[in-house]
């Protein structure tokens, strides 16, 4: 079984540039997360998808990151314009449904440095 | 709103002894506890969960976690550590009964096994 597809691994951008990261979620896997990842500290979680729809956005800096799962499977997160303090990993994560055993499945993550 | 608190940055053992790795949490309703680990520059692995039942869970690689109600607490523990346990461990915690997914993390343990 393949799992989460993450891209890109590195990104380094100036400060008010765009970004923009792509995950592909496990086969069959409803829910879709995305973490970010500061150094140093635990994973925090951005958004959740259940299908195509917003589950959760409540952490989200919104007047600068947004996400989208047009079709329920493979997600965008993007960053416009970027600052320094969003320099981090983007780690997407995939579960099969809200109501399953909680357990989440990450990619590798994308690691963002912003200059 | 729920938490995790893992009180040590670092945990050093010698190859062969016990390890514990400790973690405390506070969620609303029955919580839904898992451990992960994470490898240099890697996503994070699911090693395993608590979700009811028996107090003392097993998961991969001989870990097992035992969950106390009174003290709300999931600490990691393996009999016998290995250089190769050597990574980042975090403790999360869900709300079960909501959302199962919705994870929220502490900001890690660094195991370090010496030989």
């Known amino acids: 079984e393949a799992g989460v597809a993450q891209s890109p691994r590195y990104k380094i951008i100036e400060k008010r540039q765009s970004v923009a990261f792509w995950c592909n979620p496990i086969s069959g896997h409803a829910t879709l997360y995305w973490y970010q990842q500061i150094l140093g500290q635990g994973p925090k979680l951005l958004i959740q998808?259940?299908?195509?729809?917003?589950?959760?956005d409540s952490q989200l800096p919104k007047d600068r990151f947004s996400a989208e799962r047009l079709k329920g499977v493979d997600s965008t997160l993007k960053i416009q314009p970027a600052k320094l303090e969003d320099s981090a990993v983007y780690l997407c994560a995939s579960s099969p449904g809200t109501r399953a055993t909680g357990e989440l499945f990450f990619g590798e993550g994308s690691r963002l440095t912003v200059l | 709103a729920q938490s995790v608190a893992q009180p040590e940055d670092q945990v050093n053992v010698a190859e062969g002894n016990p390890l514990t790795v400790k973690c405390t949490y506070s969620?609303?309703?029955?919580?839904?506890l898992f451990w992960y680990v994470q490898y240099p520059n890697r996503g994070l692995q699911f090693l395993l969960k608590y979700i009811t039942g028996d107090n003392l869970v097993k998961g991969s690689y001989g870990f097992e976690a035992e969950f106390n109600k009174s003290q709300t607490s999931f600490h990691l523990k393996k009999p016998s550590a290995l250089v190769s346990d050597s990574a980042l461990y975090f403790c999360a915690v869900s709300a079960g009964n909501t959302n199962a997914g919705k994870s929220t993390f502490g900001d890690g343990t660094t195991l370090t096994v010496k030989p």
């Open positions: 998808f259940q299908n195509n729809g917003v589950v959760d």
């Open positions: 969620v609303s309703g029955n919580p839904y």
